[in-house]
């Protein structure tokens, strides 16, 4: 796996990797290479905010979970 890789094969190491690279792929995906598709989710009823606060959440249960292996 790249990340563990990148950050070492500690189990804690990825789950922080996560944390760190999944706002990021957001951000290139969403913000620069697709800026104006949010309208999928925008019918959905999740604003552009509710998108990266989700994005956080999910990558702060991963670094818990990981941590607790």
Same mark, same amino acid.
């Given at each position: 796996?790249?990340?563990?890789?990148?950050?070492?094969?500690?189990?804690?190491?990825?789950? *922080?990797?996560?944390?760190?690279?999944?706002?990021?792929?957001?951000? &290139?995906?969403?913000? /620069?290479? @697709?800026?104006?598709?949010?309208?999928?989710?925008?019918? *959905?009823?999740?604003?552009?905010?509710?998108?990266?606060?989700?994005? &956080?959440?999910?990558? /702060?249960? @991963?670094?818990?979970?990981l941590s607790l292996i």
């Amino acid at each position: 796996m790249v990340t563990g890789l990148i950050f070492g094969d500690d189990i804690k190491s990825i789950g *922080l990797a996560f944390l760190f690279i999944a706002p990021l792929m957001q951000y &290139f995906v969403y913000e /620069i290479k @697709n800026k104006h598709e949010y309208y999928f989710y925008y019918n *959905l009823g999740l604003s552009n905010a509710k998108l990266w606060v989700s994005t &956080f959440i999910i990558g /702060i249960i @991963n670094l818990i979970l990981l941590s607790l292996i």
